[in-house]
């Protein structure tokens, strides 16, 4: 059964200061995603990430994934207010295909402050 | 483009009735997913619909269903709520399973309190 662990759970940031927030899965997959959910809001997604080795950036944030060590890390650069959120890692089910059935972690709860 | 919308956006109800979600994908969109949010639980995967067919379905009791239609919207019924089903229902679309690069966008949610 696919486990994925998320953290940590809570990060408090200063902005301008540089952080990671790490995501292992536990079975094989080849696809994971990283959304934003915003207090009483949907989730937005932020990066897909299909490869080993596949690297995204978007802004203030760069998404890694090594599929080898089932780790993701989403990486914070020079943290400002509007980032604050919470962030999600979810993994694809499946291996070689989609099967959209993404396991959630549990979620970082990002809090920058000025 | 107009994204995922989804209907009704608060729902209450009491325990032992029944309710049933809707969701309208984004054009084109053929596979729906949902999830129900807890804030014990977290995100749990409920059911996934492609081409009218589920194609998979989570940890969830037989209470749970859902179907899709020939235009890819989709429903999802809980019979006899009991109060741990009051959750944030999400639905997400996307282009379909074997599309390589298949992301999948969320919708507003719904939130059904059962008293």
């Known amino acids: 059964e696919l486990k994925v662990e998320q953290n940590p759970l809570f990060l408090s940031m200063q902005e301008g200061k540089n952080y990671t927030i790490y995501c292992n899965y536990s079975t094989t997959s080849d696809r994971l995603y990283w959304y934003r959910q915003d207090p009483g809001k949907s989730l937005e997604s932020l990066f897909v990430?299909?490869?080993?080795?596949a690297v995204k950036q978007e802004g203030r944030l760069m998404a890694s994934l090594d599929t080898k060590a089932r780790l993701s890390t989403l990486h914070i650069t020079a943290a400002v207010h509007d980032l604050s959120a919470t962030y999600f890692c979810?993994?694809?089910?499946?291996?070689?295909?989609?099967?959209?059935?993404?396991?959630f972690g549990t979620g970082t709860l990002l809090a920058v402050q000025p | 483009k107009a994204g995922v919308t989804q209907t009704p956006r608060y729902l209450i109800k009491t325990r032992g009735q029944q309710v049933t979600l809707s969701c309208s994908p984004i054009?084109?969109?053929?596979?729906v997913s949902w999830y129900q949010q807890t804030p014990g639980q977290g995100l749990q995967f409920l059911f996934e619909?492609?081409?009218?067919?589920?194609?998979n379905k989570g940890n969830f009791p037989g209470r749970f269903s859902g179907r899709q239609f020939s235009n890819s919207r989709s429903e999802m019924n809980v019979s006899t709520l009991e109060l741990g089903d009051s959750a944030l229902y999400l639905c997400?679309?996307?282009?379909?399973?074997?599309?390589?690069?298949?992301?999948?966008?969320f919708g507003p949610g719904t939130r059904l309190t059962v008293l």
């Open positions: 979810a993994v694809d089910e499946g291996y070689g295909g989609a099967t959209n059935k993404l396991i």
């Open positions: 997400a679309s996307s282009l379909a399973p074997t599309v390589s690069y298949n992301e999948q966008f």
């Open positions: 990430l299909l490869s080993n080795g």
């Open positions: 054009s084109g969109h053929r596979s």
């Open positions: 619909y492609f081409s009218e067919t589920q194609r």
